[in-house]
T-cell receptor, first 115, second 116 residues
Framework: AQSVTQLDSQVPVFEEAPVELRCNYS??????LFWYVQYPNQGLQLLLK??????LVKGINGFEAEFNKSQTSFHLRKPSVHISDTAEYFC?????????????FGAGTRLFVKA | EPEVTQTPSHQVTQMGQEVILRCVPI?????FYWYRQILGQKVEFLVS????????KSEIFDDQFSVERPDGSNFTLKIRSTKLEDSAMYFC??????????????FGQGTRLTVV
């Protein structure tokens, strides 16, 4: 069965500092990997996804993530964060099975950017 | 860009009442899903639906829940007799068989259900 572990429940960081949000997954099959952002009282917005090919994936808002198959990781990074990046970030894994495109989410990491 | 729409955005209901959450998936998508997010917790898979039947469901999706595609455009989640612990954000999603829809599920903005 697929699972996702987000290693940090909260990450406080100062504005303009770099940040890395960690994610590890487990799956017995080839998977697709995603990062979603959720701003307070809002829905899920896709930041980026990894399907195949280049292991470095660039997304919206200056975020990028690197797929590492040997370490089963998909960490999210941003070189310089803004106050507006304060939000909940979810790593997710999915594959195409009989149930379609079922997505399994991690527990989330709350990024708190301080001035 | 096509999007999944959910109505209402917020619904308050009395405990024990039936509630129906509505979703309009992207028009050419074939797979439909419901997810739940209890406040402050992660997003959990409830059910997937394909070809007018449930293709997979989680342990959360018990007999209190049902899904339906009553016409060619809507996809609904019914909770028969709501409990306080059903209070959550409910997300609808859809995916397809080609293009971007084949490689990701598209999520709606959610319906916040509050059971009082």
């Amino acid at each position: 069965a697929q699972s996702v572990t987000q290693l940090d429940s909260q990450v406080p960081v100062f504005e303009e500092a770099p940040v890395e949000l960690r994610c590890n997954y487990s799956s017995s099959v080839s998977v697709y990997l995603f990062w979603y952002v959720q701003y307070p009282n809002q829905g899920l917005q896709l930041l980026l996804k990894y399907l195949s090919g280049s292991t470095l994936v660039k997304g919206i808002n200056g975020f990028e993530a690197e797929f590492n198959k040997s370490q089963t990781s998909f960490h999210l990074r941003k070189p310089s964060v803004h106050i507006s990046d304060t939000a909940e970030y979810f790593c997710a894994v999915s594959d195409q099975g009989t149930g379609g495109f079922k997505t399994i989410f991690g527990a989330g990491t709350r990024l708190f950017v301080k001035a | 860009e096509p999007e999944v729409t959910q109505t209402p955005s917020h619904q308050v209901t009395q405990m024990g009442q039936e509630v129906i959450l509505r979703c309009v998936p992207i028009s050419n998508h074939l797979y439909f899903y419901w997810y739940r997010q209890i406040l402050g917790q992660k997003v959990e898979f409830l059910v997937s639906f394909y070809n007018n039947e449930i293709s997979e469901k989680s342990e959360i999706f018990d007999d209190q829940f049902s899904v339906e595609r009553p016409d060619g455009s809507n996809f609904t989640l019914k909770i028969r007799s709501t409990k306080l612990e059903d209070s959550a954000m409910y997300f609808c999603a859809s995916s397809g068989a080609s293009g971007r829809g084949k490689t990701e599920a598209f999520f709606g903005q959610g319906t916040r259900l509050t059971v009082v």
